[in-house]
């Protein structure tokens, strides 16, 4: 795994050219198959331990997500462990209310959505955590920096940094070398819109 502007990558390839620079294969979270090389310098890697799970099999998770306060709070039973600002959905495309679980995990993905002016394509989002068969997700953000206001299609914007405390935090765990990691049917931590 690899970051570059709020972005994440999955690193599948390096090769060294003729004057010795490295370039590093994107896949994930840029394309489905192995993608463009870029320069080495212009990444930085995630290491195994910046990804380590945060209280594994704590019994008591759950996160509450407030439409009204754009916050995203983690539970670990009554007692809040992390909170953040968020931007969830605007109008006409807001967050669905409702008890949900994390049903799929991703350290990266591609988000392509949307029509007209609304029509987006956004590589290398950072750790979506996936709680709605529609795709909502809590995800990073790295092209808008107004938390606080709903702003997206449906999922809950939050820091990169956030997004990454979330993902490790959430069940189901996903090892590093994994893509993705499905959660069984009820498993995953239980996400709470109001």
């Not at 003729?18 to 192995?34: C, D």
């Not at 463009?36 to 704590?58: D, E, K, N, Y």
């Not at 795709?135 to 808008?144: F, I, K, R």
Request: charged share 20%; aromatic share 12%; hydrophobic share 35%.
């Amino acid at each position: 795994m690899a970051r570059a502007f709020g972005t994440v990558y999955r690193v599948v390839d390096a090769v060294q050219d003729s004057e010795g620079e490295w370039w590093y294969r994107l896949q994930e979270g840029i394309t489905y198959s192995p993608g463009p090389f870029v320069p080495a310098w212009s990444i930085c890697r995630i290491s195994p331990g910046q990804l380590t799970p945060i209280s594994p099999g704590h019994p008591d998770k759950w996160i509450r997500i407030s439409r009204e306060d754009q916050r995203l709070t983690c539970f670990e039973g009554e007692k809040a462990v992390f909170t953040t600002p968020i931007s969830s959905g605007a109008p006409g495309t807001v967050t669905p209310r409702g008890e949900h679980h994390i049903h799929l995990k991703r350290h990266t993905s591609r988000m392509i959505g949307g029509t007209g002016d609304g029509y987006y394509d956004l590589p290398g989002v950072a750790f979506p955590v996936y709680f709605t068969a529609s795709a909502c997700a809590v995800h990073g953000c790295y092209w808008h920096n107004d938390f606080v206001r709903p702003h997206s299609h449906g999922c809950v914007n939050v820091t990169g940094k956030a997004a990454q405390w979330v993902f490790r935090w959430t069940d189901p765990v996903i090892p590093y070398d994994t893509f993705q990691q499905p959660a069984a049917r009820g498993e995953g931590t239980t996400i709470i819109v109001v």
